[in-house]
């Protein structure tokens, strides 16, 4: 298997183009500190993927930034803190101002001479919009948990990736999936049969980030540390 065999590459956004581990610890940590709580980063983000998920899988529908401010309300209670609303809603606005890895939009930008690039996200349209901002590339599909009604894993969010390329003509044997988090997806992504590409991104949290960790390791059919190195790697 060979990178040039792939036309297609989707990617996941937060945690991979977009750094969600800067963006969510400086959205919550002097919150916490201005409250006595002295939370080490790496348990942050593992309360947070513990959190994020349950809520993804309970409310389905609920708009991202709904569900950052349900993960908020679950964040302060594990720390015994009373939860505030105008609080949980700076969190849940605080996707807008994630910043982009400095590696993502010159990587993309070289990748997309040579690849059509989508992304499936677990997000919003208006969300993604600030975030696309960031990255500085127009991509040729966005497909997001609104659009979709379901958050990954779920099995849905990769069957519109394929039924929806597949309707531009891209079967899923020429599409190569790049994210950053095994539970999110790599694990549905190798479910549904398509090819992965690990951005295995350096985390105080250890390789799951800020993302639950997967009940066992996924199949990983590329491995890179960086954008950067997958747009070497690509040859663009």
Known sequence: MELTSFRVMSFDCYG?????ERGILAAIRPWLEAR?????AAEILAAFGVAEADVEAETPGAPYPVVLERVHRRLTTRWGLDPEAAEAHRFATSVLH???????????????RRYRLVVLSNVDRA??????DRLGIDFDAVYT???????????????????????AGHDRAHILHVGQSLFHDHVPASHAGIATCWIRRPSVAG??????????????DFQFTSLEALADAAGV
């Open 145 to 167: 948990a609104e659009d979709i009604g379901s958050y990954k894993p779920d099995p849905r969010n990769f069957a519109h990736l394929i039924d929806a390329e597949g309707a």
């Open 207 to 220: 390789d799951h980030g800020a993302a639950r960790p997967p009940e066992r390791p996924p199949r990983v």
């Open 127 to 132: 969300s993604f919009a600030a975030s696309r």
């Open 98 to 112: 994630w910043p982009a890895f400095d590696d993502s939009p010159d990587a993309l930008a070289r990748l997309q």
């Open 36 to 40: 006595g709580c002295d939370v080490p």
């Open 16 to 20: 991979t183009m977009i750094d969600w």
